[in-house]
């Protein structure tokens, strides 16, 4: 069973940036990948998807500032957030994207709060 572990949990004030990081415990290469976050009483919410071919896709609320990567040599995923908002408080999860999904890894704490 792949295992996914984030990493990169930050306290930062609006306006400004952080990455986070997810290794993977098994290969990325062959497979997309996306982020995830889940806000406090909502439901999960997929932020980012990187295709194995290298197109990123975003939703409206994070086009324009957040960014996701790959380096399949680490197996690892990351995510750079820039021009961070009070609404993108949120536990962040990375996982593949696709029919076969790993279990959910402990995910990433991003609070963002003057």
């Known amino acids: 069973q792949v295992q996914l572990v984030e990493s990169g949990e930050g306290l930062v004030q609006p306006g400004g940036s952080l990455t986070l990081s997810c290794e993977s415990s098994?290969?990325?290469?062959?497979?997309?990948m996306g982020w995830y976050r889940r806000a406090p009483e909502k439901q999960i919410e997929l932020i980012a998807v990187?295709?194995?071919?290298?197109?990123?896709t975003y939703p409206e609320s994070v086009a324009g500032r957040f960014t996701i990567s790959r380096d399949n040599s680490k197996n690892a995923v990351y995510l750079q957030m820039n021009n961070l908002k009070p609404e993108d408080t949120a536990v962040y999860y990375c996982n593949f994207y696709s029919n076969y999904r790993p279990d959910w890894g402990q995910g990433t704490q991003v609070i963002v709060s003057s």
């Open positions: 990187l295709t194995s071919g290298g197109k990123a």
């Open positions: 098994g290969s990325i290469s062959e497979t997309a």
